[in-house]
C-alpha cells in the first residue's frame, strides 16, 4: 500500500443528527468523500474565525485545512 498524504488521524464521534447534517451537506455540493466534507467543514469553521487558510477551487484529493508553508518558512523551520 502506498504512503498516506494525510498521515495524520482524527477521530470524533457524532449523534445521527450531526452525521446527517453533514451527509446532506456533503451531497449538496457533490464532495467525494465524508472526510473531504468534514476538512472542508473545518476550514470554512476556521476562516470564519479570522484564521487564514488555503484558497478555494483546488481539486477534491486537495481539500485540506492549510496550505503548505512557503518556501522561505520551510527553510528556517518556521511556520507563519
Same mark, same amino acid.
Given at each position: 500500500?502506498?504512503?498516506?498524504?494525510?498521515?495524520?488521524?482524527?477521530?470524533?464521534?457524532?449523534?445521527?443528527?450531526? %452525521? +446527517? /447534517?453533514?451527509?446532506?451537506?456533503?451531497? $449538496?455540493?457533490?464532495?467525494? !468523500? @465524508?472526510?473531504?466534507? *468534514?476538512? #472542508?467543514?473545518?476550514?470554512?469553521? %476556521? +476562516? /470564519?474565525?479570522?484564521?487564514?487558510?488555503? $484558497?478555494?477551487?483546488?481539486? !477534491? @484529493?486537495?481539500?485540506? *485545512?492549510? #496550505?503548505?508553508?512557503?518556501?522561505?518558512?520551510?527553510?528556517?523551520?518556521?511556520?507563519?
Amino acid at each position: 500500500m502506498g504512503e498516506l498524504t494525510r498521515p495524520e488521524r482524527l477521530q470524533i464521534m457524532l449523534t445521527a443528527e450531526e %452525521l +446527517a /447534517a453533514v451527509d446532506d451537506w456533503r451531497f $449538496a455540493r457533490r464532495m467525494p !468523500s @465524508r472526510a473531504a466534507a *468534514v476538512r #472542508d467543514l473545518l476550514r470554512r469553521g %476556521l +476562516a /470564519a474565525e479570522g484564521i487564514d487558510l488555503a $484558497a478555494p477551487g483546488r481539486a !477534491s @484529493r486537495n481539500f485540506g *485545512v492549510i #496550505d503548505e508553508a512557503p518556501d522561505s518558512a520551510q527553510e528556517d523551520g518556521r511556520r507563519d
